[in-house]
Structure formats: structure tokens, C-alpha cells
């Protein structure tokens, strides 16, 4: 091997992937470059369905199920990752190639230890003994800043919280110090408080193991704080690449540039509410909770017409039980929900078919919102028949409007099945069908978590006119600080089951916060590349101050 | 030497049924219109010639009277005749046409089998479906009824049901489907636990709709994969159970043709080395063989299965 090929670690040359649907082969990575050098990270940005899992794996010889690799070369250390046996190719994976995935959750076998599903790996590849490897998962676990590091492994998956598990998980990826880890998405699924202890982590046993990386996330900030170069992906083709300082400060591509304009959509801010008007909903003093535990702990705050009122928390903070509690499935223990000053019978069961239809709900997975077997016709007809009796003519022509209002072509989609549309779409019907019942209040729970930043807008963007249009009320569950300041005229902030804060956006975004806000707010990365440090630093600065 | 003739024979079978099942499919592609065609298209040629023995035996059970060239009970010869040009599959124990009382058999037990299982798949899904939506004691009450019937061996309970009741065809159609109605209960109810939890149910509770319409619209169709696959099993089982209460003695009762008491009358001849008494258990074996060739295929289908 010639001396300036020697820090390559990793190259992809004109990689090209396809993936098997309706019976034909359609390519999926279009002629992909790569070059990766040792203990270098590369951040692989790009929304869902631009190929950046797929050529993670590529990276390691794998493709999907349905998938194949058809053409292009991977090179790995010096070995044709292509070319080699598969046996070869499973002494590497795991050894010196590893990957982390999105869900450790679902990665990890519920019914193992932490510990022995660490040792595995070492094992199976001769690298270590069970006990060595136990001494090293304990030392492993102990740098990922993972409490109770000697015990922590000797836990079942579902007794540790999710940030742990994927702090885990990133420490088992490192049990055999491979030359390279593959991260796919390792903090989409947390919280922003929570996301900044694995990305630190992270982030100090790369450098101290001096591994090299590809980190995919479709979070430009996140990618900003791991990466030393950034690669940006767009339906299985590369926009550009250049190092993390460039591709921020100057990126070249209009679409590099759209991607990194997305959070700036914001509505005017909303005259303030006269005083005396009854609000659409009022939640009073509520306490509510599953068997014998108090999940929200007298709540209380008030939504008004043509508002949307944010409620921002973790996860486990209350937030959903709240939107359970005013829908009616989960009656409050004590306290009561007030529907235009009226109010409401705390079980669903017992509310008139008026007061249900005031109230609808456009939820978070819209995959499981809808019903798979019906096509969107039923889908948004049904509310209009039931509540409205619209019949026939008339019924048909409410479809039409209701598939125009949210910006789909009637004729073209009134017949399809939810399975014939995209993640975005399939949204956009939540919200018809929310509409179709005519309410006064919507509480979208998380509607934009699941989807890609530019989808992601566009519902925003949507919701927004249509509470203009209608006269709405929403309220608007998120753990998103990003798409509060993009809708919300209100925000209350949650913890534990005990509302933290509550008032005018302007306020919440303005010190003084109460200490749990200004570590909300202080979590959520900024596209600066030394956000992570700064902050870091700053925060271990308060606690020896402190 | 024999061992490879036999093998011959299988391959030679097992083509000439996959040449069928292939004409079959495609002339079954090409007459349907466009949409069903599509379907076809994704048939295996063990599906093809399933489906295309289960629309014999449908064929052959409607027009009896017409195909069979005796009537079904009457004596037309001497007992076990052999075969011969008139009577092509020879006589029974009592003298009357082999190749008829196949025929009428057919019928039969085919009809009563469908029927049967009609019945089980209504009265168990719909009652697991319920139990699944509404819970609570209602669940926990049909819950624990369907595991005390549950608890008693099938065939034995059958026996004991029939006895006491007494036989007539009626009341086997009853007892049948009651105690196979418990095995569709438990799958319809754990399908459905699965789908009750969904959020487009929860939306249709929130919307207010009554529980026929929650069963039926938001249930029923995403739960129809397993059931469709589990009625073609339970088709089968049935079918097997009431061959063997005739064979028993206590099902189908003479003179009424049915394969499972045409073997227990005609046992006899398997001593003189006849494979007369046979032909019906080969009925029922082909027919149980064509069910779950089509069902696997719809389970495929259904389930989204690689291979």
C-alpha cells in the first residue's frame, strides 16, 4: 500500500444502489462518491428517501432486504467490500465496522442484559474474553457518562431510560474500537435535553478512540456540532460536499440553501385577547393519571379562538395525557375542561355529538391515524356525513373542497388508499379529516415530529392559513423549540405533570426564564459548530460555580 | 425397481398438476376483467391448480343429480363388484354405484363442511371482535367460557355433544361449529386487540361512532388477513372432523353418501388389496391439499410474506 493512500480509510466510487418495488428495480443511490479518512466524521445530510441509510450500509457490504447493490466500488482498509466473501464481510461488521441505529429501543433484545448483548460482539470475534469484556464494558459504560456505570449493564433494556440505551448501544458499537461507526439517526428520537448528553458523549469517545464516522441525521444543527465534513444528499445524489465552517457559512446549492432557510417561516404575532372573552377551551385545575399515579398535577390554562397555544415538554412530561384528558378518553380525577364556558362531561362516551365534533385531533403518526383499508374518500367523507349529513352530491363536492383546502388534486387522489401517499400527504389528510367535522378546536399532538423539515413547514405553513380561514383554536403539542417559535401565539411549558411557565410567546423567549425553560431553551443546537462546546462548557462553569 | 416407478409416478403427477394450475391460470387471466386479472397474475401454479380442483369439487357438488350416472342409495348390482364398464368404480358393501355415491359425497360432505365453518367463523369473529372493543367483563366472560371449551379434547367433546343431543346432521353442524368457533374466537379477538389500539380507532371512538360501525369499518377489514388464512385451515379441520364422526358412526348418517363412512364400509377390500375404499379418502386429502394451496397463496398476498 502506497503511503498517501494510507489514512484513506474508506472510499465509495460512483456507488449505485437499487431497491425492488412493483415488481422493477429502481435506483435509489444514483452514482455516489465518498472518501473517508481515519478518525475523520462524516455528516450525511439529506430528508428521508434521499439514500443516507442506505449507503450507511452500503459502507459495511449490507444492503436492505429488496435492495442490491448494482454497481460502483466500496473499499474498505484496502479490502473490495464488494468483491470479498460474505464470511470476510461478517468478520469485519462488528468488529471493525459498526453500526448504531436510530431506535436503540427496538435494536437491543428485550430479553438479554445490556452487558451480555455487549459482549457478544468481542466475543464472537475472539477479541476478548466474556469477563474481559465485561471489565471493558464497565470501563466503556463509565465514559459515556452513563450513571451507575459497574451496574447499569446488568439491566434489562427496558429498565434503563432511552438516552441511556442509546448511550449504550453507541458504547457496544465501540466494545471491538472499530475503525468506523456508522450513526443512523442516534438522537431523532429524543428529547432535546436528553440529546445533548448521547451527542457529547458521543462526540468524546470518538475523539478519544480516534474512530472514524459517517453520522446521518436530517438535523442540520446536530450534524453541525459532530461532523468534520458534510456531504448533502437529494434523492440518491450528491447536492455538495465541503468541510462543516464552508458548508455553513457559504453553502453553494439552492437546495443546501432552502434545507438551511427552513426554520425561518414565522406568522405575525396575533393582537393580544380582549379581556372578557370566554376562551374556546379552559382547562381548570386539572388532575388526571393513570391506576394510582398523578400524571398532571392541577393544570390549568385557557385556548382562544384564532390562537394556537404550544405545550412544550419531555417526553413523559404530561403533554399527551393533557390532550387525552380535554378529548374525554382519560377523565380527569379532579377538575373539569370548560367548552365555551361550558362544561364538558369528562368521559367521551358521555359528550353530545356536537361537543365531539368541536373537538378533533390531527395526531402524530399519521401512518397509524388513518385506517389503511379505507380510501381517502371515506376517510374525510365520514366526519361531514355523520355530523353534517351531507349526502351524495353534496357530500362529494365537501371531499372536493376539503382535498383542495389542504393543497391535493380532487380527482386525482379522492380514490386513493393511504398507502398510496407520502408521509407529508398522509398528514395533510389528518388535518382535512379534523376539518371535515368543522370544530372550533384542533389539538395537533406532535404533527410535525415524524416528517422532513420541508414537509414539515409546508403543514405549518398550512395550519396557519387554515386557522385564519376558520376562526381556529389550537393547541399544539411539541417537543420542538424550533416549531414553537415558527406557530405558537402561547406556549406553556411542562414538567412532570406541573405547568412550569405559561404566557405570550414574545415572554417566553425573553429572560427571565424559570430554570427548566432556560435549559429547554439552552438544549436546542444551533447551527453553529461550537455550539456543543460552548454550552458544555458553560454549563460545567455554573454547576462547580454553583 | 418399484420404489423408482412409483417415483416416476409422483413427478408425472406433481407436473401434470402444475401444468394444470399453469392453463388454468391462464385462462383465468385471460377472461377476467382487467383488476381481477391482476390478482391472478400473482398466483403460484400450486394456487392455480388448487383453485381449480376446489371449483371441481364445486362443480361436481352442484350438479350431482346430473354427472352421477346412479342414484345415491339405491342397490344397482351386487356388493363389491369390481370395476367394469357399468359401474366404473365398482359397487359397495350393499350393492350400490361407487363412482355415484363419490359424486353425491361430494356434496355432502363438501356442503356440510362450508357450512359448518360459515357458521364457526361467524359466531367466533364476531363475538372476538366484540370482546376485543368492549372488554372489560364481557371479554373476560367469553374469555373464560371459550377456554372451559377449550379445555376438552375436540373430537371426544364432539362425541359427548352429539350423544347427547342425538345425531342428526342439523344438530353436527351445531356442535361442530360451536367447538371450532373457539379456536376462531381466541384468533379474532387477538387480531383485533392488536387493531383496537390503533389511533384511527381511537379517532372513530372519539368521532362517536356506534360499535357496529367500529366493528365493521375500522376493525373487521384490516383484521380480514389472518381470518381469511385461518378459514381455509379451519375449512379443512372441520372437514376431517366430520369424515371422522361418520367414520365414527355418529355424523352423516346412512344411507347419505359421505367419504368418511364410504371408507369405514368399504374397509374390507383394503385385506384384498382393492384401493376402492380409498378413492374417498383420496377426495378429502386432494381437497384439503387445493384449500391450502389457495390459502397460503392469499396469506402471501395478504401479509406482504417474502418468499
Request: hydrophobic fraction near 45%; include cysteine; charge should be negative.
Amino acid at each position: 500500500m502506497s503511503e498517501t493512500h494510507k489514512d484513506v480509510l474508506l472510499t465509495m466510487k460512483g456507488l449505485r444502489i437499487e431497491g425492488r418495488s412493483d415488481e422493477q428495480w429502481m435506483e435509489i443511490v444514483k452514482g455516489v462518491d465518498l472518501t473517508l479518512h481515519k478518525g475523520e466524521v462524516l455528516g450525511l445530510i439529506g430528508e428521508s428517501g434521499a439514500g443516507k441509510s442506505t449507503i450507511g450500509l452500503a459502507a459495511m457490504g449490507f444492503a436492505r432486504d429488496g435492495c442490491r447493490i448494482s454497481g460502483g466500488e466500496i473499499m474498505f482498509d484496502g479490502i473490495n467490500m464488494r468483491e470479498t466473501s460474505e464470511t470476510e464481510r461478517r468478520n469485519l461488521r462488528g468488529k471493525r465496522i459498526a453500526y448504531v441505529a436510530q431506535s436503540a429501543a427496538a435494536s437491543f433484545n428485550p430479553s438479554h442484559k445490556l452487558i451480555d448483548q455487549y459482549s457478544e460482539a468481542p466475543i464472537q470475534h475472539s477479541v476478548m474474553s466474556r469477563s474481559e469484556a465485561q471489565g471493558d464494558a464497565i470501563d466503556l459504560y463509565r465514559r459515556m457518562q452513563l450513571p451507575n456505570p459497574d451496574e447499569i449493564g446488568f439491566r434489562y433494556p427496558h429498565q434503563v431510560s432511552g438516552g441511556q440505551l442509546q448511550r449504550a448501544m453507541t458504547a457496544m458499537a465501540m466494545a471491538c474500537r472499530p475503525d468506523l461507526i456508522i450513526f443512523d439517526e442516534p438522537t431523532t428520537a429524543l428529547d432535546v435535553t436528553t440529546q445533548i448528553e448521547v451527542l457529547s458523549a458521543i462526540r468524546d469517545i470518538v475523539e478519544q478512540f480516534d474512530t472514524a464516522a459517517i453520522y446521518i441525521t436530517h438535523d442540520l444543527a446536530v450534524v453541525a456540532q459532530m461532523a468534520d465534513k458534510i456531504k448533502v444528499l437529494l434523492k440518491g445524489e450528491e447536492v455538495e460536499e465541503s468541510d462543516t465552517k464552508s458548508m455553513l457559512n457559504n453553502p453553494t446549492q439552492d437546495y443546501t440553501k432552502s434545507l438551511w432557510a427552513v426554520r425561518s417561516f414565522t406568522r405575525p404575532d396575533q393582537p393580544p385577547v380582549e379581556k372578557g372573552t370566554t376562551p374556546v377551551v379552559s382547562v381548570r385545575n386539572v388532575t388526571a393519571g393513570y391506576g394510582s399515579i398523578d400524571v398532571l398535577k392541577g393544570i390549568s390554562f385557557d385556548i382562544h379562538a384564532r390562537r394556537t397555544m404550544a405545550v412544550v415538554g419531555e417526553s413523559g412530561s404530561g403533554k399527551s395525557t393533557t390532550a387525552r384528558v380535554i378529548t374525554g378518553l382519560l377523565p380527569p380525577r379532579r377538575g373539569e375542561v370548560l367548552f365555551n364556558g361550558e362544561a364538558l362531561p369528562p368521559d367521551y362516551r358521555n359528550r353530545s355529538r356536537d361537543q365531539l365534533r368541536q373537538a378533533q385531533m390531527i395526531y402524530q403518526m399519521a401512518d397509524t391515524a388513518l385506517n389503511p383499508k379505507l380510501k381517502l374518500r371515506d376517510l374525510i367523507g365520514r366526519p361531514a356525513q355523520m355530523y353534517l349529513g351531507l349526502q351524495g352530491k353534496q357530500l362529494e363536492d365537501r371531499i372536493k373542497d376539503l382535498l383542495n383546502l389542504i393543497e391535493l388534486e380532487p380527482d386525482q387522489y379522492i380514490d386513493r388508499l393511504p398507502s398510496e401517499l407520502s408521509g407529508g400527504q398522509k398528514q395533510r389528510i389528518g388535518i382535512a379529516r379534523a376539518l371535515a367535522a368543522e370544530p372550533q378546536f384542533i389539538i395537533c399532538d406532535e404533527v410535525t415530529s415524524a416528517l422532513d423539515q420541508l414537509v414539515a413547514e409546508g403543514i405549518l405553513k398550512l395550519l396557519d392559513k387554515l386557522q385564519g380561514e376558520f376562526n381556529l383554536a389550537y393547541m399544539f403539542i411539541t417537543h420542538d423549540l424550533a416549531t414553537v417559535k415558527a406557530i405558537a401565539d402561547e406556549v406553556v411549558v411542562m414538567k412532570e405533570g406541573i405547568v412550569v411557565e405559561k404566557g405570550p410567546k414574545a415572554e417566553m423567549f425573553q429572560p427571565p426564564h424559570d430554570p427548566y425553560t432556560e435549559l429547554l431553551l439552552s438544549s436546542v443546537p444551533e447551527m453553529d459548530p461550537d455550539w456543543l462546546s460552548t454550552l458544555l462548557e458553560e454549563r460545567a462553569r455554573k454547576a462547580s460555580g454553583a | 425397481m418399484g420404489f423408482l416407478i412409483g417415483l416416476f409416478w409422483l413427478a408425472a403427477v406433481i407436473v401434470a398438476s402444475m401444468a394444470l394450475g399453469w392453463l388454468f391460470r391462464t385462462i383465468a387471466i385471460a377472461i377476467s376483467p382487467h383488476g381481477v386479472a391482476k390478482e391472478f397474475r400473482t398466483m403460484p401454479l400450486t394456487a392455480g391448480f388448487g383453485l381449480l380442483m376446489i371449483l371441481t369439487y364445486v362443480f361436481v357438488a352442484i350438479f350431482a343429480p346430473i354427472i352421477a350416472p346412479f342414484p345415491e342409495t339405491e342397490i344397482v348390482g351386487r356388493e363389491y363388484q369390481a370395476w367394469d364398464n357399468v359401474h366404473l368404480l365398482g359397487t359397495d358393501n350393499l350393492g350400490r354405484d361407487m363412482l355415484s355415491r363419490l359424486i353425491y359425497g361430494a356434496r355432502n360432505t363438501v356442503g356440510i363442511a362450508f357450512v359448518t365453518t360459515a357458521l364457526a367463523f361467524i359466531l367466533g369473529s364476531v363475538l372476538g371482535l366484540l370482546a376485543a372493543v368492549v372488554g372489560g367483563w364481557l371479554d373476560q366472560f367469553l374469555s373464560r367460557t371459550v377456554d372451559v371449551l377449550m379445555a376438552i379434547p375436540a373430537l371426544i367433546f364432539a362425541l359427548l355433544l352429539l350423544t347427547i343431543v342425538g345425531t342428526s346432521i342439523i344438530n353436527m353442524i351445531i356442535v361442530i361449529a360451536v367447538i371450532d368457533a373457539t379456536r376462531v374466537f381466541r384468533l379474532a379477538r387477538a387480531v383485533a386487540m392488536n387493531i383496537v389500539v390503533m389511533d384511527y380507532v381511537e379517532a372513530a371512538k372519539l368521532r362517536g361512532e356506534g360499535l357496529w360501525r367500529l366493528i365493521t369499518r375500522e376493525i373487521l377489514p384490516n383484521a380480514m388477513a389472518p381470518l381469511v388464512a385461518e378459514f381455509g385451515l379451519r375449512f379443512c379441520f372441520v372437514f376431517l372432523t366430520i369424515s371422522a364422526l361418520s367414520f365414527l358412526g355418529l355424523g352423516i348418517q346412512p344411507p347419505t353418501a359421505d367419504w368418511g363412512s364410504m371408507v369405514k364400509d368399504n374397509a374390507t377390500l383394503i385385506s384384498f388389496g382393492d384401493i376402492t375404499p380409498l378413492l374417498p379418502a383420496g377426495a378429502i386429502a386432494l381437497l384439503t391439499v387445493s384449500v391450502n394451496f389457495v390459502v397460503d397463496w392469499q396469506l402471501h398476498r395478504a401479509s406482504g410474506l417474502k418468499e
